[in-house]
């Protein structure tokens, strides 16, 4: 069984700064997929960024990007030039690419955000 | 195109009332998930389904939660017989291909469930 460990609860950052949320995992599959998700207070479940394990590249959209590394199975996510509208909790989650159940995402605990003006 | 519709999205419901969360999922996609989110937790997956057919239940307790996706209208969860213990958000996500696609999920809003 897979499991995701956010061991950040809470987090503050200034607007315009930067700020990283942690993640790690563990699983014994090589071929997977990791993924951030946003849920603002309206409860909505947002795909920011998704990593597809044997991509050695960094996935980046905008001003978020993450830092996978593989071997220490850890996808971190960092949030450049923070918005207000930033302010949300944020899951990391991950899913089997083949073989059974390749379907399920496994979540985190989540970390709550906070962006501050 | 509408996203994945859930309704009510909030449900009040007394010890040993019956809830029903209906979910509609995005135009052309086939596949229906249910997630439960307890307070304080992440999303924990409950059941996968198919159009009349149920995938996989695992996730969902053996009594008193059952699913349905019927061939026409929405996906059903229902849950008999409610304790406060099913107080929690129920989140359904619908996705266009099976398993291994990382078209990836659409989640819905979600429905909160209040027992009291």
């Known amino acids: 069984a897979q499991t995701v460990t956010q061991s950040q609860p809470e987090m503050s950052v200034q607007e315009a700064e930067t700020v990283t949320l942690s993640c790690t995992y563990d699983?014994?599959?090589?071929?997977?997929?990791l993924f951030w998700y946003k849920q603002p207070p309206s409860r909505q479940m947002i795909l920011v960024i998704r990593q597809e394990a044997y991509k050695q590249q960094n996935a980046t959209e905008n001003r978020f990007s993450v830092n996978f590394q593989k071997a220490a199975k850890s996808f971190s996510l960092k949030i450049s030039d923070s918005q207000l509208g930033d302010t949300a909790m944020y899951f990391c989650?991950?899913?089997?690419?083949?073989?059974?159940?390749?379907?399920?995402?496994?979540f985190g605990k989540g970390t709550l955000l906070t962006v501050n003006p | 195109n509408a996203g994945v519709m859930q309704n009510p999205r909030h449900l009040v419901r007394r010890r040993g009332q019956e809830a029903r969360l209906r979910c509609s999922p995005m135009?052309?996609?086939?596949?229906v998930y249910w997630y439960r989110q307890l307070p304080e937790e992440g999303l924990k997956f409950m059941v996968y389904l198919q159009k009349e057919n149920i995938i996989d239940e695992s996730g969902m307790p053996k009594e008193r939660f059952s699913a349905e996706f019927p061939k026409e209208g929405p996906s059903i969860l229902r849950i008999q017989q409610v304790v406060r213990g099913d107080s929690a958000a129920y989140f359904c996500?619908?996705?266009?291909?099976?398993?291994?696609?990382?078209?990836?999920?659409?989640f819905g809003s979600g429905t909160r469930l209040t027992v009291v």
């Open positions: 699983t014994s599959e090589s071929n997977y997929y």
């Open positions: 135009k052309g996609h086939s596949h």
């Open positions: 996500a619908s996705s266009p291909l099976g398993p291994g696609g990382l078209d990836g999920y659409t």
């Open positions: 989650a991950f899913m089997k690419r083949s073989g059974g159940s390749n379907y399920k995402l496994t």
